[in-house]
């Protein structure tokens, strides 16, 4: 008997297990389950020899091995039709067209806030979710076009006429049916370009296009920005396109001011250094930190405070942060010496805090040179 309470498991394909155990908690959080591999070739055995194959497939682009993660996608979904949402760093234009290529669940950057990471699991789950509805009979996919909460849209290619809209479009536009019916697809989405610049958003949807990020006018005049998924339907003897449409606005907002705030970390004149109380490993270095040292960021996630200060042994410096913990102090500041990776030394004056942040406590570290 199944139980009742089922967990989606999403497999996390990266190379650094420290950060895929750092992924693996976040969605343990949020009711996940997961499993890690290491590689493209495990991630391929896992999804297609599995008994229970992963719910969705976290894939970083570059892998170490003979295939890469864009690779691996392929192969498994010439077999299987799993949601595969790419984790990359690098965000060029010829990575988004391999990608493209290959999944229509998109992609996360590394790095991202949790709850923008959540929120881009989230979507690919509703997003393959809505992409089984649409293999169901014409009877089952008219219902759930119908009732369906996210905003939907039905055109003819051809001459770009709106042939049917949901409630949740109708609501969404702030139109009603009879008056989306008599409209075309540039009437309602505007003759706004793709997000990128790349076309008019209306003719790169009446082709396909997975997903078609844009601005759009609401009847009231506000303006929000949408990702639009469209697939061409088979439907009364035509083929239409069906558009899926995500109102993204917060999202889009949270990740400008995430990425607001990450450009103020690293482009502080000062050292920042936040790390784990139990390990006491460092979770981020900025920029000028990272160059004054002559570390990479990688070696530093590797590294303690300990590593930095040679006044200090393991068992002295977790003595030092003891009234931290215990909250008897707020913050401490205090002088010290710092080894560059080349040997030499410099004075600086710390500044260091305990901050708690949705239930985890780290430490967050501002230095004065």
């Known amino acids: 008997m199944m139980n009742a309470f089922y967990l989606k498991k999403v497999l996390i394909v990266e190379d650094s297990r420290l950060n895929a155990q ?54 498994i979904q010439q077999h299987k039709d799993i949601p595969i949402l790419f984790l990359t760093a690098n965000a060029s234009k010829e990575i988004m067209e391999k990608i493209k290529s290959v999944s229509a669940y998109g992609y996360v950057l590394k790095g991202v806030d949790e709850y923008v990471l959540i929120s881009q699991i989230e979507m690919a789950f509703k997003l393959y979710e809505a992409k089984m509805q649409l293999k169901k009979r014409e009877e089952l996919f008219r219902n759930m076009f119908e009732n369906h909460d996210i905003a939907m849209i039905l055109i003819d290619p051809q001459a770009g006429r709106i042939i049917d809209a949901n409630k949740a479009a109708c609501n969404f536009y702030g139109y009603s049916r009879e008056t989306m019916l008599q409209m075309d697809i540039e009437a309602v989405i505007g003759v706004s370009t793709t997000i990128d610049g790349g076309q008019k958003c209306s003719e790169a949807l009446k082709k396909g296009c997975n997903p078609c990020i844009c601005f759009q006018r609401l009847a009231n005049g506000e ?66 930190a990272r160059e004054n040292l002559g570390y990479t960021g990688e070696e530093l996630k590797e590294m303690t405070p300990v590593d930095l200060k040679p006044e200090f042994t393991l068992q002295s410096f977790k ?14 500041i205090f002088d010290a010496m710092h080894r560059r990776k080349d ?9 260091l805090e305990l901050v708690e942040f949705d239930k985890e406590k780290v430490f967050v570290a501002l230095v004065l040179i």
Not at 227 to 256: C, N
Not at 320 to 332: A, D, M, N
């Open 223 to 288: 303006e929000k920005l949408v990702e639009i998924y469209s697939s061409p339907v088979d439907y009364q003897g035509k083929t239409l396109m069906h558009l899926i449409v995500f109102d993204i606005t917060e999202q889009w907002k949270a990740k400008r001011e995430l990425e607001f705030y990450k450009n103020l970390f690293e482009d502080s004149l000062n050292e920042i250094y936040i790390f784990y109380p139990q390990t006491l490993k460092f979770i981020a270095v900025n920029r000028g």
């Open 22 to 75: 750092i992924t693996a908690d976040i969605l343990t959080r949020h009711g996940y389950e997961t499993e890690i591999v290491t590689s493209g070739e495990e991630a391929v055995e896992k999804a297609l020899n599995n008994i229970k194959s992963p719910d969705l497939i976290l894939m970083d682009i570059e892998l170490k091995g003979a295939i890469d993660g864009i690779d691996a996608a392929r192969i």
């Open 343 to 351: 040997g030499s030394l410099y004075p600086v004056e710390i500044h």
């Open 319 to 332: 003595e030092l942060l003891e009234s931290l913990l215990k909250g008897e102090q707020k913050q401490l």
